[in-house]
């Protein structure tokens, strides 16, 4: 019986790593297979480009180096010992926006006067936004500059409602009630920097709210729960 046993795990084994392309050194595949343990290849076999392989996972395909220690997913480069998303360190990085060329008198001051501060390119009607304001409303040391940016183009009425935030005499607690509480605010007839803002975001490459900027220049587009932005303020 203990033998029998041996013959299935062998058998097993082999079903296992059959469909692996026979370019593909076994020595290779198990290293990539030891360093992904979490993804079920079905097969690898090499990828039209040199030094990478290809990793059949169902229905989909990812690459990785020939050790599996980088891995290859939505044009990605991912470390995955740590699951470091090496590609999305490297756009933050190339993409840092100067703190002090941000005309900081065109947004909305809120938060901790003392905490780290966080620039937010943000749409009144857009619902991440209110989810992130949530997150802010009662968030601990962080300082928030609040840059109103309406996408007019998928929300129609983001413009006047963004209008009558700038004009309203307390702007925050206008923008809460509005944006969290749902609440119609009067009109805003006074000069606004919508504009500035915009081209503003066009220049620094921001299309999407939220988007937010750190005071070493970092962004990021989405919404983060407060602990998770004040660590991510302070570079962590």
Known sequence: MKRLGMILMVLLGNTAWAADSPDVMPATAAQIRANIPSLPIDAIRPAPIDGLYELKVGG???YSDRTGKHLIASGH????????DLTAARLEAINTVDWSSLPLK???VSGDPKGLPVAIF????CPYCKKLERELKDAKGIKVYTFLFPLSRIHPTARAHAESIWCAKNQHEALLDLMLKGQTLAKGTCKTPIDENTALA???GISGTPTMISADGRKFAGVKSAADLK??????
Do not use: C, S, V
């Open 60 to 62: 989909q395909i990812f």
């Open 77 to 84: 480069i991912f470390e995955t010992k740590t699951r470091k």
């Open 106 to 108: 065109n947004a909305i």
């Open 122 to 125: 943000t749409d009144p009607n």
């Open 202 to 204: 066009q220049k620094l």
């Open 231 to 236: 660590t991510w303020l302070a570079g962590q």
